[in-house]
């Protein structure tokens, strides 16, 4: 009997029936990446978008950049690559470098050839300081709201706000007394903390890791935790956020940051604003009415209390609308907290947290205006 040894590389009449695997260490390739994502792909229609804001904001990076040394990597591609972070919700800036290794998608996006290398993750955090100063959250998403605008996905006259609870880095044990009195903390990654028997208060305590954060609890019966404060604006036309801004977490600060946020949306024609109950209060709808902003906050007539607003405003079939559509500024919470930064900020301090917040809700804003802007598209394919 005879035996024939066949070679890996001259298949056999059997191999050649399902073909043969065949693995090489290297190859040439003249593909390119554009060629393999879809056209059809919902990445191309955001990478539109946020490039035509990008290009809008070249002279923003310069002033921050130094125009001599070594040259440092494009803020323009740090800012893509924290939006693929954002949208698939990457929990870590090391796991994106990870990601941007090998994922021929995100390498796409980001503006990075095949064959290019991907720059440390560290890189981030020093680069961030400089985009915060650059203001370049709060930019980019005046861009995308500019860019709503100018497609009529705006009405400017019927909006609502809203705040949220952005839960801090900080643990509520990391607090220690303001005068110094308190022992020394324990030796160990994660010490045992004995509260028993000791109020902690903002005015008496204050966590050494972020000292901005407050304590503050949602309502009754419900723990206190290192917080700060979400807010936001939106459109009433399709649900869009125009503005956000974050605040130390306090009883005031929802209403006090929603007259700022309207003060900086300015309109020609007489606006609506709707609300939950914690805006109804004499001197929130006083002070709306003193701008010309007819206040559509739901009524709060818990106990012996009475509501701040009456009949003028409730018996407009307009005040029924703001109250089932400002429910949609819930939507954009939801999304921003689904594994997204405002569920927990990783960051420390108020401008760094206040400019991934912004970020955050600029991109869910961007992936709005996109879909808004495809629609028509494929209604009428």
Same mark, same amino acid.
């Not at 880095?169 to 007394?177: G, I, L, Y």
């Not at 949306?265 to 209060?281: E, L, Q, S």
């Not at 709060?300 to 209390?305: D, I, P």
């Not at 917040?357 to 869910?364: C, Q």
């Given at each position: 009997?005879?035996?024939?040894?066949?070679?890996?590389?001259?298949?056999?009449?059997?191999?050649?029936?399902?073909?043969?695997?065949?693995?090489?260490?290297?190859?040439?390739?003249?593909?390119?990446?554009?060629?393999?994502?879809?056209?059809?792909?919902?990445?191309?229609?955001?990478?539109?978008?946020?490039?035509?804001?990008?290009?809008?904001?070249?002279?923003?990076?310069?002033?921050?950049?130094?125009?001599?040394?070594?040259?440092?990597? =494009?803020?323009?591609?740090?800012?893509?690559?924290?939006?693929?972070?954002?949208?698939?919700?990457?929990?870590?800036?090391?796991?994106?470098?990870?990601?941007?290794?090998?994922?021929?998608?995100?390498?796409?996006?980001?503006?990075?050839?095949?064959?290019?290398?991907?720059?440390?993750?560290?890189?981030?955090?020093?680069?961030?300081?400089?985009?915060?100063?650059?203001?370049?959250?709060?930019?980019?998403?005046?861009?995308?709201?500019?860019?709503?605008?100018?497609?009529?996905?705006?009405?400017?006259?019927?909006?609502?706000?809203?705040?949220?609870?952005?839960?801090?880095?900080?643990?509520?044990?990391?607090?220690?007394?303001?005068?110094?009195?308190?022992?020394?903390?324990? =030796?160990?990654?994660?010490?045992?903390?004995?509260?028993?028997?000791?109020?902690?208060?903002?005015?008496?305590?204050?966590?050494?890791?972020?000292?901005?954060?407050?304590?503050?609890?949602?309502?009754?019966?419900?723990?206190?935790?290192?917080?700060?404060?979400?807010?936001?604006?939106?459109?009433?036309?399709?649900?869009?956020?125009?503005?956000?801004?974050?605040?130390?977490?306090?009883?005031?600060?929802?209403?006090?940051?929603?007259?700022?946020?309207?003060?900086?949306?300015?309109?020609?024609?007489?606006?609506?604003?709707?609300?939950?109950?914690?805006?109804?209060?004499?001197?929130?709808?006083?002070?709306?009415?003193?701008?010309?902003?007819?206040?559509?906050?739901?009524?709060?007539?818990?106990?012996?209390?009475?509501?701040?607003?009456?009949?003028?405003?409730?018996?407009?079939?307009?005040?029924?609308?703001?109250?089932?559509?400002?429910?949609?500024?819930?939507?954009?919470?939801?999304?921003?907290?689904?594994?997204? =930064?405002?569920?927990?900020?990783?960051?420390?301090?108020?401008?760094?947290?206040?400019?991934?917040?912004?970020?955050?809700?600029?991109?869910?804003?961007?992936?709005?205006?996109?879909?808004?802007?495809?629609?028509?598209?494929?209604?009428?394919?």
């Amino acid at each position: 009997m005879r035996i024939v040894q066949s070679s890996v590389n001259e298949p056999n009449e059997a191999d050649q029936m399902r073909g043969t695997d065949l693995q090489q260490g290297g190859m040439f390739s003249y593909v390119s990446l554009e060629s393999r994502v879809p056209a059809s792909h919902p990445l191309r229609g955001i990478k539109e978008l946020l490039d035509e804001a990008l290009s809008s904001m070249s002279r923003d990076f310069d002033r921050v950049y130094a125009g001599e040394g070594r040259p440092s990597i =494009p803020p323009e591609r740090l800012v893509r690559a924290s939006t693929l972070q954002i949208l698939y919700s990457i929990r870590s800036e090391r796991l994106l470098c990870e990601q941007l290794d090998y994922n021929l998608l995100f390498r796409w996006f980001v503006g990075l050839s095949i064959d290019e290398p991907v720059w440390d993750h560290s890189s981030f955090t020093k680069n961030r300081d400089r985009l915060i100063e650059a203001k370049v959250a709060r930019k980019l998403l005046r861009r995308i709201v500019r860019r709503a605008d100018s497609a009529r996905l705006l009405s400017n006259e019927h909006f609502s706000v809203d705040g949220t609870l952005i839960e801090s880095w900080a643990a509520v044990k990391s607090m220690r007394r303001r005068d110094g009195k308190d022992e020394p903390p324990r =030796p160990g990654r994660n010490p045992t903390v004995n509260w028993h028997g000791e109020k902690r208060t903002n005015e008496t305590h204050v966590s050494p890791k972020d000292p901005d954060a407050q304590l503050f609890c949602k309502g009754p019966r419900q723990a206190a935790k290192l917080s700060y404060m979400g807010h936001t604006l939106m459109d009433h036309r399709h649900g869009l956020i125009v503005d956000v801004q974050v605040t130390a977490a306090t009883g005031y600060a929802e209403r006090e940051t929603a007259l700022q946020l309207l003060d900086r949306n300015p309109g020609c024609k007489r606006r609506t604003v709707a609300a939950d109950k914690a805006y109804d209060t004499k001197q929130f709808v006083a002070e709306c009415r003193e701008r010309g902003i007819t206040p559509h906050v739901a009524m709060n007539e818990s106990g012996t209390r009475s509501s701040a607003i009456d009949a003028r405003t409730t018996r407009h079939p307009g005040y029924m609308s703001s109250q089932r559509l400002r429910k949609r500024i819930e939507e954009c919470f939801g999304w921003c907290k689904d594994g997204r =930064p405002l569920r927990k900020m990783k960051l420390y301090g108020l401008h760094q947290v206040d400019f991934l917040t912004t970020l955050t809700v600029g991109i869910y804003t961007l992936l709005r205006v996109d879909k808004l802007l495809r629609a028509p598209v494929a209604a009428a394919s």
